[in-house]
């Protein structure tokens, strides 16, 4: 088993449609809790970043994190074509602190 | 906000030539910069970190003769990708962190290596 499972896609909505992306591990260290931006050819950027469970909110973006299920969410509301990306979840540990990523998840939203 | 550089975004070499990818922090120290490889719908994989002033770390399975890692200044990391051969095709992406997790770790854009 590996430790982030994520489920790759594509994930194709509906321009204004709600999108949930979800990422599950088994590493109960995990403490710290991020979601990536990866648009085509480029580097990961940072989206979202949570410590411990329960939500976080910026602008249309969610981040939830339930560590009791070791399963955490990104939901973005109105979505638009330019959200069209891979988003990545990554976890860290108190010890390392280096993030391990999930394989992304392909989202497309089209008009 | 903190910027990584990468260059080249693109190389073609020839199997059994040798190629250099640079990464470099613009606008802020760097001592640890990290180097990923990613496959096509595939996870980021990290490679190894790169520490200033001394030897890398290296993941397990990584042939640290292969992947030659050089971090001379707090603002530039190299990977050398020595004798290439078609399998080490792939997408190579630095990172560095000004600030740790919070601040998230800024990547690089990444190089396109294709070994022919």
């Known amino acids: 088993q590996k430790e982030v499972e994520q489920d790759p896609g594509p994930l194709s909505v509906p321009e204004g449609a709600i999108v949930s992306l979800n990422c599950t591990y088994s590493?109960?260290?995990?403490?710290?809790f991020m979601w990536y931006r990866q648009y085509s050819r480029k580097g990961p950027e940072l989206l979202m970043y949570?410590?411990?469970?329960g939500n976080k909110e910026d602008g249309r973006f969610t981040a939830q994190v339930d560590k009791s299920s070791k399963y955490i969410s990104l939901f973005i509301r109105d979505s638009q074509p330019s959200d069209s990306a891979t988003y990545l979840c990554?976890?860290?540990?108190?010890?390392?602190?280096?993030?391990?990523f999930g394989r992304g998840t392909s989202l497309i939203v089209h008009p | 906000g903190a910027v990584v550089s990468q260059h080249p975004s693109r190389v073609i070499c020839k199997s059994g030539t040798s190629v250099k990818i640079e990464c470099r922090s613009l606008?802020?120290?760097?001592?640890?910069m990290f180097w990923y490889r990613q496959f096509p719908k595939q996870s980021l994989m990290l490679m190894a970190t790169?520490?200033?002033?001394?030897?890398?770390?290296?993941e397990q399975g990584v042939e640290k003769d292969k992947f030659l890692i050089n971090h001379a200044s707090l603002t530039l990391s190299t990977l050398t990708v020595t004798s290439a051969h078609p399998e080490d095709s792939s997408f190579y992406i630095c990172?560095?962190?000004?600030?740790?997790?919070?601040?998230?770790?800024?990547f690089g854009s990444g190089t396109r290596l294709t070994v022919v």
């Open positions: 949570t410590y411990s469970s």
């Open positions: 590493n109960s260290a995990f403490q710290y």
């Open positions: 990172s560095a962190s000004q600030g740790g997790l919070r601040e998230g770790y800024t």
């Open positions: 990554a976890l860290a540990s108190g010890g390392s602190y280096i993030p391990t």
């Open positions: 790169s520490n200033e002033g001394s030897k890398a770390t290296y």
């Open positions: 606008d802020f120290q760097a001592t640890t």
